[in-house]
């Protein structure tokens, strides 16, 4: 995979990004200082939505299907909504300790939405975001990093000292996920109904065939943080990370090894285009990639 010099209309995105989202034909990717843009051309070129807040962006989600809603949280314990497809962008909700920080958030549907963070929080909402309610689903404080769902609806939430959770009731009720790891997971990557990928520190990958069971650990090229994991519309499996690490899997998530190249600076997400190609944010920016 080559770097492809990213031209942009009106705003140059190279300051830091940390989440996107794909929204009917647009992509919409949030980070630094409150900032959205918004390219409907395959990240080739980006327009700004109104700056709804200065706090920093962390992880946005729409409902899938309806093409409209949708969420972004952030620091300063901040969600915003959006309801015309990341257009224009409200607070829905700020708590009291504005240390706090969101660090993921998951929508359901369009009315069910949850979103994690820094110090076990864990808030939800089920009326599209009229009202948010939190609840401490865990014994410890540790950081939740990153909340998928897999194929069947099962729900993982990824965070540290070793913490994995799963819900199979859409988060009424979570179980613990054990491992022989304590360090922290950055997220599950949820490959087929029952195969696992967890990672997180130091190049740590674990995978598991019995929906987080029993677990093998995976060796990795490079020990540095891996942030972020995505399964290719083709199959193939990408791990991403520190320092620009960019790693692929051609069997379902056995092996590993670099990509030919992948950018410089720390990468915070990958995202697979309508196009096919693929754009990494992170400290660079929106950065384009080519196959």
Known sequence: MAAVTLSAAGVVPRMLLLDG????????????????????????????????????????????????????????ALILGT????????KQF?????????????????????????????????????SWSNRKITEDDYHFNRLT???????????????????????????????????SFFGILPLEARTLLAYGLRGHVFRSTDDGAT???????????LATALKLKGGNILLAG??????????????????AQSPSKAIAEIIELPDGSLLALGEAGATRLAK
């Open 21 to 76: 989202a794909i929204v009917g034909s647009e992509l919409i990717v949030v980070g630094d200082r409150g900032t959205i843009l918004r390219s409907a051309d395959q990240a080739r070129t980006w327009q700004a939505a109104p700056r709804a807040t200065p706090t920093t962006l962390t992880g946005i989600s729409f409902a899938p299907g309806a093409g409209t809603t949708g969420w972004a949280v952030g620091h300063d």
């Open 83 to 90: 309801t015309d497809a990341g257009r224009t962008w409200n």
């Open 94 to 130: 700020q708590g009291e300790n504005l240390q706090d920080s969101f660090l993921d958030v998951l929508a359901l549907d369009a009315t069910h939405v949850i979103a994690v963070g820094a110090y076990a929080m864990y808030f939800e909402t089920k009326d599209g975001g009229k």
């Open 149 to 183: 769902r897999g194929p069947t609806g099962t729900l993982y939430l990824a965070g540290e000292r070793g913490t994995l959770l799963k819900s199979a009731d859409a988060g009424a009720t979570w179980t613990k996920i054990a491992t022989s790891y304590d360090g």
């Open 215 to 225: 677990w093998a650990g995976i060796a990795t090229p490079q020990a540095v943080i």
């Open 242 to 259: 520190g320092t620009g690490a960019l790693l692929t899997s051609a069997d379902d998530g056995v092996t590993f090894s670099p990509a």
